[in-house]
């Protein structure tokens, strides 16, 4: 099995930085694209960024150039400018093959809280 363990959640004041982080450990023969989902209360969750293994990134809209994704073994989102609207559970996610034959399963953290309030 796979387990995605995630770090660096808080407290922040608006206009403040955090960076999350997310190990995988298992049985992982590749992993081919890593990211970070968030899910405010009441609302859908919604891509924040994700990374692919060739170093593809991809943002949700909202990012707007405040957020940047990275992966050297983990992956690390630095979030930067926060706002009162980020606030929200974000959950590390990854396609992984874990059997060695080239398919791949999806693999989620347990989430950590962001929190941007004065």
């Known amino acids: 099995q796979v387990q995605l363990v995630e770090s660096g959640g808080g407290l922040v004041q608006p206009g403040g930085s955090l960076r999350l982080s997310c190990a995988a450990s298992g049985r992982i023969f590749r992993v081919y694209s890593m990211g970070w989902y968030r899910q405010a209360p009441g609302k859908r969750r919604e891509l924040v960024a994700s990374?692919?293994?060739?170093g593809t990134t991809n943002y949700g809209d909202f990012v707007e150039g405040r957020f940047t994704i990275s992966r050297t073994g983990a992956v690390y989102l630095q979030m930067n400018s926060l706002k009162p609207e980020d606030t929200a559970v974000y959950y590390c996610?990854?396609?992984?093959?874990?059997?060695?034959?080239?398919?791949?399963?999806?693999?989620w953290g347990q989430g950590t809280q962001v929190t941007v309030s004065s």
């Open positions: 990374i692919t293994s060739g």
């Open positions: 996610y990854g396609k992984i093959d874990t059997t060695g034959t080239y398919s791949s399963s999806d693999y």
